[in-house]
């Protein structure tokens, strides 16, 4: 067990609905990302976290956003769900040292259905 | 921006076998990234690597810089190996670790 723990783990809304995902990093973690993974495919980065800041965003539109608090957890958000958007969510922490992010501890991940 | 293959697919063996998995990306990178996802979704980190080779357990990971190319082995594999394994890098060279592009995955069954 990696300490990254995600909330809730599966959750249905509809569309234009708005949503919001939770990541606890693991301790000593200052950096969280999050990762959407449709159906058979793989992951796709959706944004970083450090220090309270968005360091780097992929190809994600702006209703995706984020938060990360003081203790270094995080919050995805999503506005005006769209069906595709239903996947599997991903945060993963890690402690960005020098520069260097090292190993990410993922979570169990949030399942989103969107109908 | 870096694209990553991973062959084959999907790989199918009986316990014992010796597996490998390759991945090949385009773009020169930092490091490189290794995971196993099991069927409830969940993602464990194998190994992050930048050169050379590293070992875990019955787990190997290589990577060939200059070819850009990476394999990870498995021996002696068991049925709880079965898992999608991910290879995932950065989408260019120095980019943070967390900032990764994802293979599609290698589906591993492994028979008793």
């Known amino acids: 067990e990696t300490g990254v723990t995600q909330s809730p783990t599966h959750l249905i809304k509809t569309r234009g609905q708005q949503v919001t995902l939770r990541c606890s990093s693991q301790s000593g973690h200052n950096t969280v990302s999050w990762y959407q993974q449709a159906l058979g495919q793989g992951p796709q980065f959706i944004f970083q976290?450090?220090?309270?800041?968005?360091?780097g965003r992929g190809n994600f539109p702006p209703r995706f956003s984020g938060l990360q608090f003081p203790n270094y957890s995080s919050e995805l958000n999503v506005n005006a769900l769209e069906l595709d958007d239903s996947a599997l969510y991903l945060c993963?922490?890690?402690?960005?040292?020098?520069?260097?992010?090292?190993?990410?501890?993922f979570g169990e991940g949030s399942r989103l259905t969107v109908l | 921006k870096n694209e990553v293959e991973q062959s084959p697919q999907n790989l199918t063996a009986q316990e014992g076998e010796f597996i490998t998995i390759n991945c090949s990306y385009s773009?020169?990178?930092?490091?490189l990234h290794w995971l196993q996802q099991h069927p409830g979704g969940g993602i464990v980190s194998l190994f992050m690597?930048?050169?050379g080779k590293k070992k875990h357990g019955r787990l190997i990971a290589t990577i060939n810089i200059q070819e850009k190319h990476s394999s990870l082995h498995i021996t002696a594999s068991h049925p709880r190996d079965s898992a999608v394994y991910i290879c995932a890098v950065p989408p260019f060279y120095g980019g943070s670790q967390g900032n990764l592009i994802f293979g599609k995955g290698t589906k591993l069954s492994v028979k008793p």
């Open positions: 773009v020169g990178i930092s490091a």
């Open positions: 690597l930048s050169s």
């Open positions: 993963a922490s890690s402690s960005r040292l020098g520069g260097d992010t090292g190993e990410l501890f």
């Open positions: 976290y450090y220090r309270e800041e968005e360091n």
